[in-house]
């Protein structure tokens, strides 16, 4: 079973960046679809990009799309989501999340969730 955490979340400010990181345990990283969602406070957790186990896809929520980068390297267990030109709409607890996968493909059900890196953007 994988084990996931997040860390490198902060307090920065709007049009500045921070790169998320999403650890993995286990020798079975590579075959696991990554994301990242998002929950801000009073809301609904809502996604935020995806990226194929072979790292040769992506697909993002359109409210992020051209400001964020979800990345992997199999290598490492890990899991990034570089994000520029920050918002105060981006302050949320950001989580990373795994799905087993079988095809390489995007669109997966993601049943495995780290505890949350909390960004907070001021105006």
């Known amino acids: 079973q994988v084990q996931l955490v997040e860390s490198g979340g902060g307090l920065v400010q709007a049009g500045g960046s921070l790169r998320l990181s999403c650890a993995a345990s286990?020798?079975?990283?590579?075959?696991?679809?990554m994301a990242w969602f998002r929950q801000a406070p009073g809301k609904e957790r809502e996604f935020v990009a995806e990226i194929t186990r072979s790292g040769g896809s992506t697909y993002y929520a359109d409210s992020v799309k051209g400001r964020f980068t979800i990345s992997r390297d199999n290598a490492k267990n890990t899991v990034y989501l570089q994000m520029n030109s920050l918002k105060p709409e981006d302050t949320a607890v950001y989580f990373c999340?795994?799905?087993?996968?079988?095809?390489?493909?995007?669109?997966?059900?993601?049943?495995?969730w780290g505890r949350g890196t909390q960004v907070t953007v001021s105006s």
């Open positions: 286990g020798r079975t990283f590579s075959s696991y679809a």
């Open positions: 999340a795994g799905g087993r996968s079988y095809s390489d493909s995007l669109g997966n059900q993601y049943n495995l």
